[in-house]
């Protein structure tokens, strides 16, 4: 038992079977219904006793969810991860029951930090917050910034020592004097190992890392420095043939074809101007993907590269030097993958991506009629049969009264769903991104996150709006066609410049680099006019002419909508292929809450009829 603080006295009730066994129950009750705060499951749990707790709970929440949730639901549960609702080891801590002990030591440091608020106002945010003192310890702060003994307080700290950070003014914080006359910060024992460990991970391990992270960059400057010294006293300085500067030797990169000297912050700034300036055509070598030689010489310049281990090393002695260089190795990756045309199944939340190239040889594919429910089978094979006339005339009749589809588009339909039952068999619907830093899972046919049960695309309504938001954002963006970046002018001349070095012409989209067939500013109207307006003696573009751009959104928007319910009856393309204006590959679903689709429709019943199996040796 441990001492009590002002009245309040402490007493180990915790019951580690029940409590065990209540947080297993928010693990099973998170995992079924993600879309629900915890802290539904908490309350329903405190209410419901006996050995069937969980059992009643589940009964409760499948009857009458709308009456214990109350609107209580995840906020962004589209940007939850499935792995995240799934995962128990994911689930935060603060979801769960907390301790009694844990509970009682938070309160304990508490009470020692906001004297001046009152136990009941402490007590109720903590109930609030599940007893988390990360969560409660804000919250109090916000509360006790508003009474007039904080304002007291705050007056008389002007003439106390003051603090860079408010995490080394913490109550639980005590510094003590090192042997090297330093103060190091410790932290005061609360009497519980679950908080002792949070304050540590919350309060000390930052401020630890960004002592450490200080102490760093204070030692590498002293170390060049002297290194720098040194190396002067004996004459070993090199000079940068870019800047001209002299520096260490440990300090500069030789070229792969002259062995030009180029120092670390040369490469650095030309790193930098390649990802986030227009130095990405010229400074890079994209047949190697390294950094081009910038000393400048004769002709058209050196030949050689940078070696990569010295980019690699210039570019972390930045500040973020290790997202830089992540980011221009993910650029140099998506070019090389763009260079080599090959069909990939990308992550929709990162730059992951798999190559999806199926080549499967003729005869080496056989259909099977679904003989797995063969009563099923044999009638649907029977109504889809003495369906087919009727659908051809429909055909016939739409390609001749409504300009939508011709009759031999039907071959093309069948033989589209064909390859989709195909891929489908081959390839999972589900995709699960490798990438470390992501994982997230995620469906190949919406692109959304998974979430069992899924179903892809949206309602009508929804994909209607969506497509008229598309058209509206294209109808304002020009695309470079050098390197496909899409952007959007905001104010400025017509004169678009793109980060790979092309430029264009923002009205007419004329390309405009010099040397190229373009013209540069020459492009546009050079003649003075008095009133402004259009121009007499030429018809060439205004270098700041503005369009009127809601009516061109309103027209896009007009536009879409029309081609989209144009589309709703039978939406086919050259070639039989079935999707959006951009010519995609995919269907806008077999029931998009607005009707079926005649690719739709197919692809439900060859995938109802018919199975498939890919043979390693193919017909004989």
């Known amino acids: 038992m441990a001492e009590p603080l002002n009245g309040w006295q402490f007493q180990d009730t915790d019951h580690d079977g029940q409590l ?74 603060t979801d769960f029951f907390r301790r009694t002990r844990y509970q009682w030591a938070v309160k304990t440091a508490l009470v020692q930090e906001f004297g001046s608020l009152s136990k009941s106002t402490i007590k109720a945010v903590m109930a609030e917050q599940n007893y988390s003192y990360s969560l409660v310890r804000p919250i109090l702060q916000d509360i006790a910034s508003k009474s007039w003994r904080h304002s007291i307080n705050k007056f008389f700290s002007r003439w106390s020592r003051r603090r860079e950070d408010q995490s080394e003014k913490h109550a639980l914080i005590r510094w003590v004097k090192a042997a090297d006359g330093t103060h190091v910060p410790t932290l005061k024992a609360t009497g519980d190992d679950e908080l002792d460990n949070e304050l540590y991970q919350t309060v000390l391990a930052p401020l630890f890392a960004r002592n450490k992270e200080h102490q760093e960059a204070t030692d590498w400057t002293l170390a060049a420095q002297l290194n720098h010294d040194e190396a002067e006293k004996n004459d070993a300085l090199f000079e940068c043939g870019c800047c001209f500067s002299e520096t260490t030797f440990e300090s500069i990169a030789t ?121 099923r089978t044999f009638v649907f094979v029977l109504l889809g049969l003495a369906f087919l006339p009727f659908l051809a005339l429909y055909m016939m009749m739409a390609s001749f009264i409504f300009d939508i589809g011709t009759p031999s588009s039907l071959s093309s339909i069948f033989k589209l769903s064909f390859s989709r039952l195909i891929n489908a068999s081959q390839f999972p619907a589900r995709f699960q991104c490798r990438s470390p830093t992501c994982s997230a899972l995620t469906c190949t046919t919406c692109f959304k996150l998974w979430r069992d049960p899924h179903t892809c695309f949206a309602s009508a309504a929804v994909e209607l709006r969506t497509s008229i938001e598309a058209a509206r954002t294209a109808a304002l963006k020009r695309t470079c066609p050098k390197c496909n970046l899409a952007f959007i002018k905001d104010s400025g001349c017509n004169k678009l410049a793109c980060v790979c070095g092309y430029a264009m012409c923002y009205v007419c989209r004329q390309g405009l680099v010099v040397g190229e067939g373009g013209e ?56 039989g292929k079935v999707g959006n204006e951009g010519g995609g590959d995919q269907a806008v679903g077999e029931n998009t809450g607005g009707g079926w689709t005649i690719q739709g429709l197919i692809d439900w019943w060859v995938k109802t009829c018919f199975t498939c199996s890919v043979s390693s040796e193919g017909e004989r």
């Open 255 to 375: 070229c792969s074809a002259s062995a030009h000297v180029i120092c670390y912050n040369c490469i650095a700034h030309a790193v930098s101007e390649a990802l986030f300036g227009q130095g990405w055509a010229q400074g890079i070598d994209h047949e190697r993907g390294l950094i081009r030689c910038i000393v400048p010489a004769k002709d058209d310049g050196c030949t050689g590269c940078i070696p990569q281990d010295a980019i690699q090393r210039a570019v972390h002695q930045m500040k973020g030097g290790t997202k830089i260089y992540s980011r221009l190795q993910s650029r140099l990756a998506e070019e090389s993958l763009a260079k080599a045309k090959v069909s990939l199944i990308r992550c929709p939340r990162c730059s992951y991506a798999e190559i999806t190239d199926l080549y499967i040889p003729p005869g080496h594919v056989r259909h099977h009629l679904a003989l797995y429910r063969p009563l």
């Open 20 to 93: 065990k066994k209540h947080n297993t129950a928010i693990s099973i009750l998170v995992e079924i219904f993600p879309h629900v705060l915890p802290e539904v499951f908490r309350e329903m749990l405190r209410r419901f006793d006996g050995d069937s707790q969980l059992e009643l709970v589940l009964d409760q929440l499948l009857r009458f969810e709308d009456r214990w949730v109350k609107g209580r639901l995840r906020p962004q549960l589209e940007n939850i991860d499935a792995t995240t609702i799934i995962d128990i080891s994911t689930i935060p801590v």
């Open 520 to 575: 540069g500013y020459r492009h546009f109207c050079q003649h003075f006019r008095h009133r402004g307006g259009r121009c007499d003696e030429c018809d060439k573009c205004d270098l700041y002419q503005t369009q009127d751009e809601d009516e061109v959104v309103r027209l896009a928007g007009l536009e879409a909508e029309k081609e989209w319910r144009r589309k709703q009856g039978q939406i086919l393309h050259q070639g």
